[in-house]
């Protein structure tokens, strides 16, 4: 059932349809799609964190599984990318779900704790199966086709992202205001007081760790293809630290929030990017700072602001 | 909806700026741009740091004499943090925003495969500081390498080895590719000289502790160990190895060829032989070796400003931008087409890792002829001959 | 058998060095209940502040109580700046707030000490002791002393002063605490400042067989965190045990299976010791306040 949202996300079709016309060249449309698959895996990870409270810093190591399992399927067995996508995006989600329930009986720390042991462990993999993966240089992804077109050049992805990005936040933002996303919800409050109140939250937990799956291995495969070069790093313990990031920066909880967040930290290296070593130092102080004086987010915070002019 | 605006006005403020940009700069006036992207942080940094502070400081010693034809240097430098895929970014960024002329880097052999597409496809000429093989064979029409690769290494050492009358060899390789690159080579190279490798096996390139690894190569009946690592790993594996007293010859590639290495190793770097470019012997080159005068300006210029040891990757990002100034002096243009066959046409270049010769066919420019054989002596690195 | 020994030699003094970077992660997990994941860089800068003082020939001993002087002052400001500000204790912003912590840290490291290796000479040199077949550093008895003598040190504190037993009084109930005069924020400050002193000393004492680099703390960091939970977060005798027991599987995996999946050891480890046991070998039953 969509809620008050109509307005909002007409606005947000106009702006994803508008902003290939401002964009100067290829470089800026390869940084826009950047933030788009990004937007995608963490509005995944906003289920996870921003619905279920429950801190995820490995997702990074579900979006590479994902990206190596497409590209390997095209490289090693010739199928179509197409196929080797969907293959991808629905094996990692089941991986989620079988992973769902172990991870899921840990609590706060302890699961913070074990998605990061994950991401690592999933990094090593990466890097020592040199046969399958192409080791820490990475491997080369052939590009995507559907049927006989090939997507290449970054205005055709422009078009393919921008597409999935939106149904993305359909999606979200309609499990937000659903039944459903009123249980997940409540689990972020407090999962005794959710529990009373009659929902099962291990099955809830398993369901939201498994949809933040499916987002993450969607755009890790969209990845893989898009930048044609995967490397291990895309399961950097750091990787999954700025998905976390952009959830809580954005706005826990908050879709446009989280898009925002995606938005917001894609540009920062780009910006800092030719300042060399000082990059490190300004990105902790962001990060620190951000997290200090708005803790609710970025979203989360105008929006309360807004409202308590308004009244 | 302020959060749209904020979008927008940040895009709108992008485009603005890109599009004025070029009606400020007089066509004449037009700086050559020279665009890198190095490893400045990351596993690689100690490769990366010294080419990045190499080429600024020869920029700007450039730009104060005067420039090349006239015209300023303009130099973009990024950080890739030693991942492949932000060099890709980086490489489109310098490529279709910043409209570079030329592209120095990347640092390693990984970061810079990731760049060889997008300047293939640009026709951008690209000068590597990437050490392995498979990065000009096959030759790239576009591709040029600077540091003897992998393969020159392990020819060298090899051949050293079997030359002393050693059969059994213990390879020890990082998980970093040119560890890997480098474990591929030796076991071509070991099988073709009649070798035999009685222990082949890996380290992380950010262990501290190689106690365990080196057990395995004390229990093998090895006669000389070789290990193959850019990182920071066979310091610690000089100090591991002399803590288990391991009495077998030590071998490594030129990728430990600096001060740095017998600063970290300290006393355990005594003994360690390695084939390095003619720069770390600056100082005891014969007066009349070509290399002498360009190896010990660079060297004593590097020092004096930095206040510390010049290394070889330094080296690599002298000889990269160096060869392409005076390409483009030839060339008398900046020209992309023009400039790609005056970098082809480079003949007896003397630069500091050796002397250049490129041609169609070879886009690596050296041979084992540029390499020397050294071993540590009193902490210093001292060229011998079999 | 003087391998298995030569594995547990080096086992013994990576675990050291986790056992105390997991110490200090239990401390102010007591204290705060937060995870400080800038433990890492505390250790880094106890090797870096030391080998920078070394190379400028400042003698030994002053130059890692300097070190460890530094690297208590930034716990401190880390603490007042960074995390006292966060009133309302969301767990997962507290986290990232350490993150950010961690890089911003690590980054001033590298512009000031620069992104090379540094070396710090051994405590009272090289000459491997011979034991049983099996070589051991002389400065590996220096980690595993200065390891022993620090925790001695700290259990002390926490049974026999006054100070201590105000920490642990702050980590069972701070509200009770404060009321009977116990000043909760202060008691924080303390335990950050003695978390940075175990990591500075680890990382100092670890610098010579390590060597030291600006991003060196990350790694270390996530291992002695690994080790703490292992142990059970929240009890400081498993802290202790988790550190030494990741150091001697992952050492003893290198040495009988494979050297390159050393790295993935602790994590493997904590994974399954979090399904099988999810409070660690020492830690109580998890409770959750409703």
């Known amino acids: 059932m969509m809620r008050f949202r109509n307005g909002d996300l007409l606005v947000t079709l106009a702006l994803l349809i508008a902003l290939p016309t401002v964009l100067p060249n290829a470089y800026w449309f390869d940084v826009t799609i950047r933030m788009g698959l990004a937007g995608i895996a963490v509005i995944g990870l906003n289920i996870l964190m921003g619905f279920a409270g429950q801190l995820s810093i490995g997702h990074a190591a579900l979006l590479a599984a994902s990206a190596y399992t497409s590209a390997i399927l095209v490289a090693r067995y010739g199928l179509p990318s197409a196929l080797a996508i969907v293959i991808a995006t629905a094996g990692v989600t089941l991986i989620s779900y079988g992973l769902a329930r172990p991870m899921l009986r840990l609590r706060g720390f302890a699961l913070a704790i074990g998605t990061l042991g994950l991401g690592i462990i999933v990094q090593i993999i990466l890097v020592n199966e040199v046969a399958w993966t192409g080791g820490p240089d990475g491997m080369v992804v052939a590009p995507l086709q559907l049927g006989p077109w090939t997507i290449s050049g970054e205005r055709q992805w422009y078009v393919l992202v921008a597409f999935l990005l939106f149904l993305a936040i359909v999606s979200s933002l309609n499990l937000f205001g659903s039944p459903a996303g009123r249980a997940l919800r409540a689990l972020n409050g407090s999962e005794i007081a959710a529990q009373v109140a009659g929902v099962d939250t291990s099955i809830m937990k398993i369901r939201a760790f498994t949809a933040a799956g499916f987002f993450a291995a969607l755009a890790g495969a969209l990845t893989a293809h898009y930048s044609g070069f995967i490397t291990p790093d895309l399961s950097a313990f750091m990787r999954s630290v700025e998905f976390a990031t952009m959830v809580v920066v954005g706005g826990r909880g908050s879709t446009y929030g989280v898009v925002l967040g995606a938005v917001l930290l894609t540009i920062l290296p780009q910006a800092l990017g030719g300042t060399g070593e000082y990059e490190m130092i300004v990105f902790g102080l962001i990060l620190m700072l951000t997290v200090i004086f708005l803790p609710q987010g970025i979203v989360p915070t105008l929006v309360a602001a807004l409202r308590g002019k308004g009244a | 909806m302020r959060r749209y605006q904020l979008n927008r006005r940040g895009f709108l403020l992008a485009t603005g700026s890109a599009l004025l940009a070029p009606a400020i700069v007089h066509a004449a006036d037009e700086p050559i741009r020279l665009g890198s992207v190095l490893s400045t942080t990351g596993p690689a940094a100690w ?340 | 058998m003087s391998d298995f020994l030569q594995y547990v030699f080096s086992g013994l003094t990576s675990g050291s060095i986790y056992a105390l970077a997991a110490l200090g992660f239990t401390i102010i997990f007591n204290a705060r209940n937060v995870v400080n994941f800038a433990q890492g860089s505390f250790l880094m800068l106890g090797g870096m502040i030391t080998a920078t003082l070394i190379t400028a020939k400042v003698p030994l001993p002053f130059a890692v109580a300097a070190a460890t002087v530094i690297t208590v002052i930034i716990g401190g400001l880390v603490q007042r700046l960074a995390i006292a500000p966060v009133k309302d204790a969301d767990p997962v912003n507290l986290v990232i707030i350490t993150i950010g912590a961690s890089i911003f840290i690590d980054g001033i490291a590298a512009v000031v000490f620069g992104k090379n290796q540094h070396m710090v000479p051994a405590f009272s040199g090289d000459h491997a002791i011979h034991i049983l077949g099996a070589t051991l550093l002389p400065q590996s008895v220096w980690v595993m002393a200065t390891a022993a003598v620090l925790m001695a040190g700290v259990s002390w504190y926490f049974r026999a002063t006054l100070a201590g037993k105000a920490m642990r009084a702050v980590s069972i109930n701070s509200n009770a605490a404060s009321l009977v005069g116990i000043r909760p924020d202060r008691t924080v400050l303390v335990a950050f400042g003695l978390s940075a002193f175990l990591g500075a000393m680890a990382g100092a004492v670890a610098s010579p067989i390590t060597t030291t680099v600006f991003d060196i703390g990350l790694l270390l960091g996530l291992k002695g965190f690994v080790g703490a939970t292992f142990g059970g977060l929240g009890s400081a005798v498993g802290a202790v045990v988790g550190g030494i027991l990741v150091g001697l599987f992952e050492s003893l995996v290198a040495g009988y299976i494979s050297t390159s999946y050393k790295d993935a050891v602790p994590f493997v480890l904590i994974i399954g010791i979090l399904i099988c046991r999810p409070q660690g070998l020492f830690g109580s039953r998890v409770l959750d306040r409703v």
């Open chain 2, 47 to 386: 490769l990366g740091d010294p080419e990045d502070k190499t080429l600024r400081m020869y920029v700007e010693e450039i730009n104060k004499n005067g420039g090349v034809l006239g015209r300023k240097l303009q130099l973009f430098i990024y950080d890739d943090g030693s991942d492949a895929a932000k060099a890709n970014s980086f490489g489109k960024r310098l490529i279709q925003q910043d409209n570079v002329d030329v592209i120095l880097g990347a640092a390693t052999t990984g970061t810079s495969l990731a760049l060889v597409p997008l300047v293939e496809a640009a026709k951008v000429c690209l000068m590597s500081f990437g050490a392995a093989r498979v990065l000009i064979d096959p030759v790239r029409p576009y591709v040029f390498k600077i540091p003897h690769s992998d393969t020159m290494a392990v020819q060298a050492v090899l051949g050293e080895m079997k030359s002393r009358g050693f059969r059994k060899i213990a390879l020890i390789s990082d998980t970093g590719g040119f560890g890997k690159s480098g474990r591929t080579e030796t076991m071509k190279v070991a099988q073709q000289l009649g070798l035999t490798l009685t222990i082949n096996e890996s380290f992380g390139e950010r262990d501290t502790d190689m106690t365990p690894l080196l057990t395995h190569v004390k229990q093998s009946d090895a006669e000389a160990l070789l290990m193959i690592s850019t990182g920071q790993a066979p310091a610690i594996i000089a100090r591991n190895y002399k803590q288990l007293d391991l009495k077998l010859p030590l071998y490594t590639t030129h990728s430990q060829a600096s001060y740095e290495f017998i600063r970290i190793a300290g006393p355990a770097s005594e003994g360690i032989r390695m084939p390095t470019p003619a720069l770390l012997l600056a100082d005891s080159l014969p007066a009349n070796d070509p290399q002498k005068k360009v190896t010990t300006d660079y060297k004593n210029a590097f020092e004096a400003k930095y206040k510390i040891d010049v290394s070889t990757f330094g080296g690599y990002a002298y000889d990269g931008l160096m060869i392409v100034v005076d390409a483009i002096k030839r060339a008398k243009s900046t020209e992309k087409a023009k400039l790609h066959q005056a970098i082809e046409q480079t003949r007896g270049f003397v630069g500091v890792s050796g002397i250049f010769t490129y041609s169609p066919t070879d886009h690596e420019g050296l041979d084992t002829s540029a390499f020397h054989m050294v071993e540590v002596k009193n902490g210093k690195f001292v060229e011998y001959k079999i």
